[in-house]
């Protein structure tokens, strides 16, 4: 009886929801300071969840959850300003979510979803695409 009313104690006061952390903008502005292009923003080098930090978990070369490991499986997720998803910034040519899967839906070019195709979401004149300098881009969420 007493596990019983643990374990509901237990759920009671857990988190019920796992909330992402906010990685920046994928955007080609070096004037928005969430930009990973800005590098006194979030694409700074020295920033500690930072993507183009080397020693980062979003940036290492060795980490699961890394943007530039070719082998990561929990890359960090790509969402637009609308909240739709737009796949991994991953290096992982083999993950089909990835942005760097020429075959997949998020990576090639010639998928209307993916940041590759500069006729679809990766248009350089859509305010929401990573390619254009003055937009937004793309929201990076890891885990």
């Known amino acids: ?3 019983v009313f643990l374990l509901l104690l ?11 952390e906010d990685l920046g903008e994928l955007s080609a502005n070096p004037y928005n300071p969430d930009s990973t292009s800005n590098p006194y923003g979030a694409g700074s080098p020295f920033k500690p969840d930072g993507i183009n930090n080397p020693f980062s978990p979003y940036g290492s070369p060795f980490s699961n959850q ?10 960090p ?8 998803y737009r ?15 020429p075959y997949g839906r998020y990576g ?4 209307p979803d993916s940041i590759k195709n500069p006729y679809g979401a ?3 004149y859509s ?8 937009g937004r881009g793309l929201r990076i969420e890891g885990r």
Do not use: E, I
């Open 1 to 3: 009886m007493w596990v």
């Open 87 to 101: 796949g991994k910034l991953s290096a992982n040519p083999y993950d089909p979510d990835s942005t760097s899967n």
């Open 108 to 111: 090639s070019p010639f998928s």
């Open 122 to 124: 990766g248009s350089p």
């Open 127 to 134: 305010p929401s695409s990573p390619a254009n300098p003055y």
């Open 10 to 20: 237990l759920l009671l006061f857990m988190p019920l929801s796992v909330h992402a």
């Open 77 to 84: 997720r790509l969402y637009d300003q609308q909240g739709n």
């Open 66 to 75: 890394s943007a530039t490991n070719p082998f990561a499986t929990d890359a």
